[in-house]
C-alpha cells in the first residue's frame, strides 16, 4: 500500500489529518508531520526523513505539502533521492479524502498523477456554482 | 459530475433524508466506501442534480441538507443489492454519523 504523510507549516499537518480521520472514521493509513522553525534544520530534516521512512512498506510514499517553496516542501524535494516518493505541493481535504480510497489499489505514480488533478478540480467559487444549481431548478 | 445511463429500466429509490446535518462529509463518504464495493453504476440525485454516488466530492456538490429527498439510481447486475444496502444506510446507519 502507497504511504501517504501530510507534511506543513506548524499544526497543520495535524490539523489536516485530524479533518480526515474525523471523515473517514480513520479508513486510511495517513499520517503526518510537522515543521518546527525552533529545531535546527538537519535535525528537523531527520524527522520528516523519519516520518516518511516509517510509512514506506516498499510501495513509496506520497507526500502531500502545504506550499511549494515552503520548508516543509523544500525538505521533502531534499529527501527524494532517497526515498522512493512523489511529492505534491498544495495540500487540501478534497486530495487527502481521496488519497483514503486510492492508496489501497494504486501505485504512487497514478495516485499521484490523480490526486494533483482531483485536488485542482475541486476547488470551487460557491457562487458560481450555485447559480448554475438556481439556473437548473 | 453526470454519469450516462442508458435509458432501460433501472432500480431506484426515492430517501428523504432525516438525519440532522444532511448530506455531510462523513455521510458521503462511508457512502461511497459502500457504493464502491459494488460493480453497477450508482447516481444519486437532489433537486435537479445529479452525482456519480462513487464519488465523494461530487455527493456533497449536491449540497442536501436536512429532510431533503434523495433520489437513488443504479444500472448493473447487482443494482438491487446496491439499492437495498444504501438505503440502509441513508434511512438508518447514517444517523450515528
Known amino acids: 500500500m502507497v504511504g501517504v504523510v501530510i507534511c506543513a507549516h506548524g499544526n497543520l499537518a495535524h490539523e489536516f489529518l485530524s479533518a480526515t480521520n474525523f471523515i473517514t472514521g480513520n479508513a486510511g493509513s495517513i499520517s503526518a508531520v510537522a515543521v518546527d522553525h525552533n529545531v535546527d534544520p538537519s535535525e528537523a530534516r531527520n524527522i520528516v526523513k523519519d516520518a516518511i521512512r516509517a510509512v514506506d512498506d516498499g510501495s513509496g510514499v506520497l507526500v502531500v505539502t502545504d506550499l511549494y517553496g515552503g520548508t516543509p516542501s523544500n525538505i521533502c524535494i531534499s529527501l527524494q533521492d532517497e526515498i522512493k516518493m512523489e511529492i505534491i505541493a498544495g495540500v487540501n481535504l478534497p486530495i487527502l479524502l481521496k488519497a483514503v480510497s486510492l492508496q489501497k489499489n494504486s501505485d504512487l505514480q497514478t495516485m499521484a498523477n490523480k490526486l494533483k488533478e482531483y485536488g485542482k478540480e475541486n476547488i470551487y467559487l460557491a457562487s458560481d456554482f450555485l447559480k448554475k444549481k438556481d439556473a437548473q431548478g | ?97
Open chain 2, 1 to 97: 459530475m453526470l454519469q450516462t445511463f442508458s435509458r432501460r429500466k433501472m432500480p431506484k429509490a426515492e430517501i428523504r433524508l432525516t438525519n440532522r446535518w444532511g448530506l455531510h462529509a462523513r455521510l458521503a463518504f462511508h457512502f461511497t466506501q459502500i457504493s464502491g464495493a459494488f460493480s453497477c453504476k450508482i447516481r444519486l440525485g437532489h433537486a435537479g442534480l445529479w452525482a456519480d454516488g462513487k464519488e465523494i466530492m461530487d455527493i456533497l456538490m449536491l449540497g442536501a441538507g436536512p429532510g431533503s429527498l434523495l433520489a437513488l439510481e443504479t444500472e448493473g447486475p447487482d443494482g438491487e443489492a446496491a439499492i437495498e444496502a444504501l438505503s440502509h444506510f441513508l434511512l438508518v446507519d447514517s444517523k450515528v454519523l
